[in-house]
């Protein structure tokens, strides 16, 4: 046999199994075209697999994880909002920022203004920054455009951005994030271009893999989320929601109801809506980038999530407004110390539960035909890449089976 990465003595928290991290010490894997072909104890190794593969690294007892899974970002947009971070700190709320004008609507200014190649150069330092913490794929929800030229040039970027690092990136069609302002009184005019233009069109151009919407008082409601979800399956395209962010609108239950693949934020999440999740498997995808950031006080329901069996991920939510995290493995402690998950949670938050809410299979677990996407970590021990505070931990990622230069 000639493999063409062989990753010895170290120690492999495959998520896998009923051990904890599925952990495997004095472990080896082998990549071969970009996925896992073996993986165990390093005195199961083949005879001669050192001498033959292709390239070769002893990790000295190294923690090895697959790649990490951003499964919820708005990491394309144009410009800031630092000065809402200041208008916040002095008093103003999340809602009446919004209602002047600021927030999602100022960002839509900023990203209208800007060509695909501004929008790219902004965006790219961005994402390399989550490819340095570990991430490997990443979703990016449109959002900011609310009008086709822009939408399209958003889901175009994303599409760079993957091509551009090598990483997988899932694109989301978030045309129901805020009313634009020229639609101001026209709702069911922009309900109309949202369902019979722009989701039919840039679906046709193969530039969305899923719909969101933003299911929210100052959003949109139930009902009209509920029509955007029925052209999306009219078009075969999975759905996802943001819901019960700052209030409950019952949008956990609609998603369900849809089979959607994630409900995310979740703080005012209903036991009904709850229960929905579960009988449909929809992955509860928790954001403590914004529950830090807004200074939210109510806690998602951590404990119900678990006693019901939902499959709890973990995204940073990467956006100009609420959000401006740019760590993956930084969520993951925010999830430890502000909602009460285990290391164990979080770590599978951010990669097996990560790939189930983008509807992924091929990765997030450390097994034979999985993609070998890999992060090889200055740590031992699973635990520390949600214990240290910050700083880099990243030894070395390898993208199917490749080497990725430092970004």
Same mark, same amino acid.
């Given at each position: 046999m000639s493999?063409?990465?062989?990753?010895? #003595?170290?120690?492999?928290?495959?998520?896998?199994?009923?051990a904890s991290h599925g952990l495997l010490t004095d472990a080896a894997i082998a990549c071969q075209d970009g996925h896992i072909v073996w993986l165990g104890a390093m005195h199961d190794l083949p005879p001669g697999a050192a001498a033959s593969a292709l390239e070769v690294h002893d990790l000295d007892g190294a923690?090895?994880?697959?790649?990490?899974?951003?499964? %919820?970002? %708005?990491?394309?947009?144009?410009?800031?909002?630092? @000065?809402?971070?200041?208008?916040r700190l002095n008093g103003a709320s999340y809602e009446e920022i919004a209602r002047a004008g600021g927030g999602i609507v100022s960002t839509v200014r900023a990203?209208? &203004?800007?060509?695909?190649?501004?929008?790219?150069? @902004?965006?790219?330092?961005?994402?390399?920054?989550?490819? &340095?913490?570990?991430?490997?794929?990443?979703?990016?929800?449109?959002?900011?455009?609310?009008?086709?030229?822009?939408?399209?040039?958003?889901l175009r970027v994303a599409r760079r951005l993957g091509a551009a690092l090598g990483m997988h990136v899932q694109t989301s069609f978030l045309g129901l994030h805020a009313l634009p302002p020229?639609?101001?009184?026209?709702?069911?005019?922009?309900?109309?271009?949202?369902?019979?233009?722009?989701?039919?069109?840039?679906?046709?151009e193969g530039l969305v893999d899923a719909v969101d919407a933003f299911c929210e008082g100052i959003g949109f409601s139930r009902a009209e989320t509920q029509r955007v979800f029925e052209h999306a399956r009219l078009l075969g395209l999975p759905v996802k929601l943001h819901a019960e962010q700052l209030s409950d609108l019952d949008g956990a239950a609609l998603v369900a109801e849809f089979e959607g693949l994630s409900a995310d934020h979740l703080e005012y999440l209903s036991d009904s809506g709850l229960q929905a999740m579960a009988r449909a498997g929809t992955v509860a995808v928790l954001l403590p980038g914004a529950f830090y950031a807004l200074r939210e006080t109510k806690?998602?329901?951590?404990?119900?999530?678990?006693?019901?069996?939902?499959?709890?991920?973990?995204?940073?939510?990467? #956006?100009?407004?609420?959000?401006?995290?740019?760590?993956?493995?930084?969520?993951?402690?925010?999830?430890?110390?502000?909602?009460?998950l285990t290391p164990e949670e979080?770590?599978?938050?951010?990669?097996?539960?990560?790939?189930? &809410?983008?509807?992924?299979?091929?990765?997030?677990?450390? &097994?034979?035909?999985?993609?070998?996407?890999?992060?090889?970590?200055?740590?031992? @021990?699973?635990?520390?890449?949600?214990?240290?505070?910050?700083?880099?931990?990243?030894? @070395?990622?390898?993208l199917g089976g490749v080497a990725v230069a430092a970004p």
């Open positions: 493999w063409d990465l062989l990753l010895t #003595n170290a120690s492999l928290a495959t998520f896998v199994g009923e923690l090895v994880t697959p790649g990490l899974i951003d499964c %919820h970002t %708005h990491l394309v947009f144009g410009g800031n909002r630092a @000065q809402e971070f200041d208008l990203t209208r &203004a800007a060509s695909e190649d501004q929008l790219f150069e @902004q965006s790219l330092p961005r994402a390399r920054a989550l490819l &340095a913490d570990g991430v490997t794929t990443l979703e990016i929800k449109s959002g900011y455009g609310l009008e086709l030229d822009a939408e399209r040039r958003m020229e639609y101001k009184d026209r709702r069911e005019d922009y309900l109309d271009l949202v369902c019979n233009e722009l989701l039919p069109v840039l679906a046709s806690l998602p329901p951590v404990a119900a999530l678990r006693a019901h069996g939902v499959a709890m991920a973990i995204a940073t939510d990467c #956006n100009p407004g609420t959000s401006p995290l740019l760590s993956l493995r930084l969520a993951a402690n925010m999830a430890c110390t502000l909602f009460r979080a770590l599978r938050g951010i990669t097996v539960n990560a790939a189930r &809410a983008l509807g992924l299979s091929d990765r997030g677990t450390l &097994a034979v035909g999985k993609r070998a996407d890999l992060v090889a970590w200055h740590a031992r @021990q699973p635990s520390e890449l949600c214990y240290w505070i910050g700083g880099s931990l990243v030894r @070395q990622v390898w």
